[in-house]
């Protein structure tokens, strides 16, 4: 059987003796007004290719980056938003590989110095709440863009365009916490409306989150076990899976292809791989590199930023648990209606101003009948206005 194909059961369950481990890795553009190190606009997803460039994105010779104080502030926020403890000071380093779309052939990122570590989000899980561990957020400028001409499979060409190089990006790292798709998928929504209610993050931009998943089926009680850095069996990267459905379906296959492999006796091996949305299946990519490979050191060309005190008076604004409570208490509304209404900020703020038509019926009637058309069109509620709907 190809690694690329494997029937998808109506039921992913796993022998009783296995468990699936999941861990993920969010990379999410700050929606800042320029680039993370440079004056560039950020605004670049409907102009030519390589017009929003400068010599500091570029890595030109004798170019010097300056850190974009908005978007450090807008990672304190998140930090601050996931329970995080927020670091004295982060450091940025550079990160050393070779692809095309990195044109310094470094990548400036954080490393050892992070700007905040061992958080956590909660979420509604398989068997009730469930408290999903972050291991650390830290800072990152995004690469270029690869452009296939006639096809990503076998192109005739490729094209590269640096716009996107130097956008600013915060990198959300999760413990191996989530135990199926669905759990993985139930942390994004959470995690995007978050980002959404902190106002950092516009989930309307094309390619504003990519997921990179952490899969492996391990025998039950592994993950609990002492000395488990040797895995019973290998690990797979899913890289840069760039929608919300797209993980639950490739995290989908990829339990079903593994399974496949142990009920085969096949040796599962740690490597990277690729999703392909329109197939719905997995494809082997490149070798997975190892961290001594990228040979981090300390970005010399930046100072370390002091951000503890600076995060002590950031104000948060109500995020979604809050506003889920308040729903409840001023509205009246069910936990379920609350929790459908506050899953999206723009869904929250539509309600609030059509609540006062009648708080039960509204809530009834967008959570019920207005978001699943909306869903089945493929629609965001921008696209009903308030004054409308009061109609």
């Known amino acids: 059987m190809s690694d690329t194909t494997a029937t998808q059961p109506a039921n992913i369950g796993i022998a009783t003796e296995d468990e699936v481990i999941i861990g993920l890795e969010i990379h999410c553009q700050l929606d800042t007004t320029t680039k993370l190190f440079c004056g560039c606009s950020t605004d670049y997803r409907d102009d030519p290719p390589n017009t929003h460039v400068c010599p500091v994105c570029l890595g030109l010779p004798g170019s010097l980056p300056r850190v974009n104080r908005k978007a450090v502030e807008y990672a304190l926020r998140v930090g601050k938003a996931l329970n995080c403890e927020i670091a004295t000071e982060a450091e940025f380093s550079r990160k050393n590989y070779f692809y095309p779309d990195l044109d310094k052939g470094f990548q400036i990122t954080q490393y050892d110095k992070p700007i905040a570590v061992k958080g956590y989000l909660d979420i509604e899980g ?7 561990r972050i291991t650390r957020v830290h800072m990152e400028e ?35 916490d989530l135990r199926s798709p669905k759990e993985a998928r139930k942390f994004l929504n959470k995690l995007r409306a978050t980002l959404e209610y902190l106002g950092v993050f516009d989930s309307e931009k094309e390619g504003s989150l990519r997921v990179d998943a952490n899969i492996s089926i391990q025998p039950k009680g592994w993950f609990e076990r002492e000395g488990r850095g040797k895995a019973d ?14 993980v639950e379906k490739a995290l989908t296959f990829e ?20 999703f392909v949305e329109g197939r719905g299946v997995t494809t082997s990519s490149r070798s997975k590199e ?4 990228y040979r981090y050191f300390p970005e010399p060309d930046l100072r ?22 308040r729903f409840m208490e001023q ?10 209404l506050t899953g999206e900020l723009r869904l929250a703020e539509f309600y609030e101003k059509v609540a006062d038509i009648d708080t039960m019926l509204a809530a009834t009637w967008i959570a ?18 308030p004054e409308q709907f009061r109609e």
Not at 154 to 167: E, F, S
Not at 290 to 293: F, H, K, R
Not at 369 to 385: A, F, M, Q
């Open 331 to 340: 509205y009246g509304c069910s936990p379920n209606h609350a929790r459908t």
């Open 255 to 274: 339990i079903t292809r593994q399974k496949n492999l142990i009920r085969r006796g096949q040796k599962l091996e740690t490597a990277t791989r690729h």
């Open 142 to 176: 995004d690469p270029g863009r690869l452009v296939h001409k006639g096809g990503t499979d076998r192109p005739k060409y490729t094209l590269v365009d640096y716009n996107r190089a130097g956008i600013p990006l915060i990198e959300i790292v999760t413990e191996p």
């Open 290 to 293: 190892m961290e001594q490979d």
């Open 304 to 325: 370390p930023v002091r951000v503890r005190d600076w995060a002590a008076e950031i104000a948060l604004p109500e995020l979604p648990d809050a506003r889920r409570a």
């Open 126 to 132: 398989d068997e009730g709440e469930k408290r999903v």
């Open 233 to 246: 069996r290998g690990r797979v990267e899913i890289k840069n899976i760039s929608s919300y459905k797209g």
């Open 368 to 385: 019920d009948t207005l978001l699943g058309e909306l869903n089945y069109r493929d629609l965001s509620i921008v696209v009903v206005p």
